[in-house]
């Protein structure tokens, strides 16, 4: 995929190792809170939400963790009110990086992010210092047993995808961020199975890291996905082979 960098291998092989199944489970209600306010809490008519509850679900998240987060979003139950923010900064190697967040107090999570960056030999920046760097897209992801390459070539371009590779996870595709939805009707009308659709920030050209600068970066992304506030860490940066081996080990 252009722009698409390794980092997520990292994520699902630590993953995989470390379970922080208590944090994945505050970031995703979080997420379906904020798809119901925005969208409302019918899934139906609400694309967000829907997402988020096939995140959720894929998570083996309790339904009445699910059902509360809705309510919580829709106003039917008490809870904290989140704003939606983005940071922008630079990381080891000149590395980009963008950091959705989800906080109930701002100043709070500026401080901790910034003190993330410092530690970590990065620097919090101003609006617009890294977002030029990326486009937001919609990914589409398939095991690789699920389909053919022709198959969801043909499938996936004639439903308004621009892009398709694959890595370790399997198959991904990509597409215009309004067409996600489409795209990914077509391919599961296709008859093949999506293990995934969300949205992402690619990077437009992406560069390579290695060395001690890939492994200060890991660590500060690491850091920053750690973060009870942080969404989603973006990065312009592809890893060495080693600094995955390294990483995942």
Not at 109 to 135: C, M, N, P, Q, Y
Request: glycine fraction near 10%.
């Amino acid at each position: 995929m252009s722009g698409h960098n390794k980092w997520s291998s990292i994520k699902h092989r630590k993953g995989a190792q470390d379970a922080r199944r208590g944090k994945l489970f505050t970031k995703l209600i979080k997420e379906i809170t904020v798809a119901a306010r925005a969208g409302g809490g019918d899934p139906a008519g609400n694309p967000r939400l829907r997402r988020a509850l096939e995140a959720a679900r894929a998570a083996n998240m309790p339904a009445d963790n699910i059902t509360r987060a809705i309510k919580k979003g829709t106003g039917e139950l008490e809870g904290a009110s989140y704003e939606e923010l983005m940071y922008e900064g630079v990381g080891p190697g000149g590395a980009l990086l963008l950091v959705e967040v989800a906080t109930d107090n701002r100043n709070r999570t500026a401080s901790e992010v910034r003190k993330i960056f410092d530690r970590h030999g990065g620097s919090l920046g101003a609006s617009g210092s890294a977002a030029w760097a990326f486009e937001h897209k919609g990914v589409v992801r398939l095991a690789r047993e699920a389909a053919t390459e022709e198959r969801l070539f043909e499938v996936a371009v004639g439903a308004g995808a621009d892009d398709l590779g694959a890595d370790d996870e399997g198959w991904f595709v990509q597409c215009a961020r309004e067409s996600l939805d489409a795209v990914r009707g077509a391919i599961e009308s296709a008859g093949m199975t999506v293990a995934s659709a969300s949205l992402a920030w690619i990077a437009r050209t992406p560069r390579t890291v290695s060395g001690r600068e890939a492994e200060q970066l890991a660590a500060l992304l690491e850091a920053l996905e750690d973060h009870d506030d942080v969404q989603n860490a973006w990065c312009d940066a592809s890893f060495a082979e080693t600094t995955l081996e390294a990483a995942s080990g």
